[in-house]
């Protein structure tokens, strides 16, 4: 059978690779699998279980989980409205404009471990607004779960504002006039005509927020430490069990992964296709 | 329409003046309680800005709105009455319904914007999708509307909300045929009952003469012609109002009486007789698509006896239309284009061909001049 009369079940052309494309894709794709299975041929099946029920799995599994939803809770409630100006930046003057969203998208290209220290500076006991903050109420943030939240919103947030703002974008700009001809305000018009709208984008963006946050590693190591049962979170637990007790690190690190693969599959299903629009 | 409050009813007095890349849209309106006024004119006319600041979305150097003693805008002074605020409203021509929304939440928006309860405003919005005949259709998405339903479902939710001033943009123009027809007939039944002043942009003159109390012709942002419908489109001013109904336009080099008449002539020498002088309006010469003859020349015979007055030319365009040919002739005088209508069934029909010399007699009885 000729290769160009290739079809599948509905009757549509078949697209195929050629070779020089071909050779390099699978490539590049067993670089991203091989890694993952490595992991799992080194998993210690048989004490899986009582490895991940100890105290410290389960302290460090409570931390990651409680300050990933905080992260994600406060990413929503900042990051939406902070989309929504990126959209009303269109009309500024064009350095502002890519000031703005430089500033919005550093963390997704900075290190985290600096990230971690710019808080420290900022919000440390001898930090720019640290110190203040001491000497008025005596509360200090580094070292808290409350810096684990801020650490994890500081990397997460922009992947929610940039999701969320292709969303808005894509909402038809004469709804919005069609909605103020009837007499809807401005705020109206957004918690009822776009919000609704742009749902399915903020969702997709809360769940890669989330599964961000829940991976964050270099900036809560640097502004939050790791006390195990209030700042130890999963991956950095995984960072000090790898040197006294590498089976258990591969146990924790098998958890992070199923978490990240069911995340996308999960987005890729329900929220990235667009299907759900209109719904 | 019963149910609807009169009593509020004010009229429109506008003085529109918008920039545009192009040109400057320049229109005074005015347009009185229960009165609809049609901004007629092509793609591109100006007709869709002059609703724009009308709905207080646009505005220039200049332009004032007012209804009754109510002012909207004043550039000039500094008056500006944001959209959300002024009672007007804007029915789309692409419908422009909130997708996530039923038919009955989409019309009960506006009430529950500005404040009523959710029940009550869900109330009045079924009363008035029964009132426009829609009530079956209360819980139907968007998605699940034809055209010409989607169309009147935004009616009702601009008129739920008792609009002081009704704005249509070419609410027909994306309906197919059919739908056009029907949902022109709704449109024209609600219409009627509207004790607000009303003004419906179009390029379809059917709209205007089934719908409009008045029209007002835009071209290039400027106001070319006003009046009734009917006498608007029987006695075109410009060669844009002639197209709407198949004829010719022509301005004319001077204008002299004749035995019995009168008689044009255009630049190049080409003279029209006429029986017919309008009483008003720019200088002009009005040639209805019936009022011309087409002969062609036998080959090789000579040309058929048409007697004095005919006018030679070459036909440029062939475009068929439902009931008849229309053949655009170039006249060899001046080379001004005139449209001529042939039957399907005259055998001129069927030889006719785009280069062909032909002339063309005119009645004089049909053609009017000024």
Known sequence: ?279 | MSGVGSADALGLEARVRVPRTAFEVVADLAVGPGEVLCLLGANGAGKSTVLAALAGLVAGPGTRVQLGDDLLDDVDAGRHVAPQDRRVGLVFQDHRLFPHLTALENVAFGLRATGTPRQEAHRTAAEELARAGLADLRDRRPSGLSGGQAQRVALARALVVRPRLLLLDEPLAALDAEARVATRAALRQALAGQPTPTVLVSHDPADAVALADRVLVLDRGRVVQGGPPGAVLADPWSPYVASLTGGTVWRPERVDPDAGGWVATLAGGARVRSARRAPAGPPRVVVPASAARLLVAEPPGPWPVVGPGALEGDVVGLEPRVARLAVSVRLRRGGHVLTAEVGWGDEVAAQLRTGDAVRVRLDPDQVTVR
């Open chain 1, 1 to 279: 059978m000729p290769a160009s009369s290739s079809t599948d079940r509905r009757g549509r052309r078949r697209a195929r690779l050629p070779l020089l494309a071909l050779v390099p894709a699978l490539v590049g794709l067993a670089l991203l699998v091989l890694p993952a299975v490595a992991l799992l041929a080194r998993a210690p099946w048989s004490t899986l279980g009582e490895r991940l029920a100890s105290e410290a799995v389960l302290d460090a599994l409570r931390v990651s989980v409680t300050s990933a939803v905080l992260a994600t809770a406060v990413s929503l409630l900042l990051g939406v409205p902070l989309a929504w100006l990126l959209t009303v930046a269109d009309a500024w003057a064009r350095p502002w404009r890519r000031l703005l969203r430089a500033v919005v998208t550093v963390p997704l290209v900075l290190p985290p471990v600096v990230g971690g220290l710019a808080l420290l500076y900022l919000l440390g006991r001898t930090g720019l607004l640290g110190r203040p903050l001491e000497a008025l109420t005596g509360v200090t943030v580094p070292f808290t779960l409350g810096a684990v939240v801020l650490a994890q919103t500081f990397v997460a947030m922009p992947f929610l504002v940039l999701s969320v703002e292709g969303a808005l974008r894509g909402v038809d700009p004469g709804l919005q006039v069609a909605a103020a001809t009837l007499g809807a305000s401005r705020g109206t018009t957004f918690r009822r005509v776009t919000l609704p709208l742009v749902a399915p984008g903020v969702a997709a963006g809360a769940v890669l927020c989330f599964a961000r946050a829940l991976g964050e590693f270099g900036a809560t190591i640097t502004f939050a430490g790791t006390f195990p049962g209030r700042t130890q979170t999963l991956p950095t637990s995984v960072y000090l069990a790898q040197q006294s007790d590498p089976e258990s690190a591969v146990a924790i690190s098998l958890v992070l992964l199923a978490v990240g693969v069911g995340v996308l599959l999960l987005l890729r299903d329900r929220w990235l296709t667009g299907a759900a629009v209109g719904r």
